[in-house]
C-alpha cells in the first residue's frame, strides 16, 4: 500500500499507515485446544511491529 501510494506522490511511511488502521485488540488465547484471536474484519490482528509476536492481518473493510 505504501509503494502505490508513493508511486502517485503520496508523501507516506509505512509506519504512517499502521497508526491509521483500525486494530481488533482480542488478545490471543487458547482454550480447549482452540485458538481465540481478533477479528480481521474488525481491524488489524495481532502484532505488527513485532514478529515475535503473533500476528495475523487484516481484511480490506477495516482500511476504508
Do not use: A
Not at 499502521?18 to 477479528?39: C, L, Q, R
Request: glycine share 10%; no cysteine.
Amino acid at each position: 500500500m505504501t509503494m502505490l501510494l508513493q508511486f502517485h506522490d503520496m508523501d507516506v511511511t509505512k509506519m504512517k499507515l499502521s497508526e491509521k488502521i483500525k486494530k481488533d485488540d482480542t488478545p490471543y488465547t487458547m482454550k480447549n485446544g482452540v485458538i481465540y484471536f481478533g477479528d480481521p474484519n474488525i481491524g488489524f490482528v495481532g502484532d505488527m511491529y513485532n514478529l515475535e509476536n503473533p500476528g495475523y492481518g487484516v481484511y480490506h473493510d477495516p482500511l476504508n
